[in-house]
């Protein structure tokens, strides 16, 4: 089956609300909607099993400009952008070479449009200004 990479480095990302990062491992996450007054991680998914029964679902994304950041350790670079609907949003970790690392995708966030640094911690700003803050040092968010 194809990786998580390869599907970035296509320029898609799975059409499911879920942190996948470049090891392989898939967690759903929740997000209320597009005031992003509630994210969190949820239960471990299966990729594999994902693009089996949904072989088809899958979206396109797109990096805004304004939302890239190097990390200030210069271990690599946080951006956002949205998808083809105009709901979608996604928030992504790169490593020093512009690599995935891992992606959030969020199918009811809306665009993110800005992301500002305070140390390794990274505030995600979409389109109506409401953010969500990823602890870049936790375990699930650090490479």
Do not use: K
Not at 48 to 55: G, N, S, T, V
Not at 116 to 130: I, S, V, Y
């Amino acid at each position: 089956m194809r990786s998580i990479v390869d599907l970035w480095e296509s320029g898609a990302v799975p059409d499911r609300d879920a942190l996948y990062r470049a090891d392989g491992v898939v967690r759903e996450v929740h997000v209320d909607s597009a005031a992003l007054s509630a994210f969190g991680l949820g239960a471990p998914l299966d990729l594999d099993e994902l693009l089996r029964d949904d072989p088809d679902g899958l979206a396109a994304y797109d990096i805004h400009r304004g939302c890239w950041a190097e990390l200030p350790d210069g271990s690599g670079f946080v951006c956002g952008g949205d998808g083809a609907h105009g709901s979608e949003g996604f928030v992504a970790r790169l490593d020093a070479d512009r690599r995935l690392v891992w992606v959030v995708r969020m199918g009811d966030s809306n665009p993110f449009e800005r992301v500002e640094l305070d140390g390794m911690t990274a505030r995600f700003l979409n389109n109506l200004g409401n953010a969500i803050e990823i602890d870049l040092t936790a375990p699930d968010f650090r490479p």
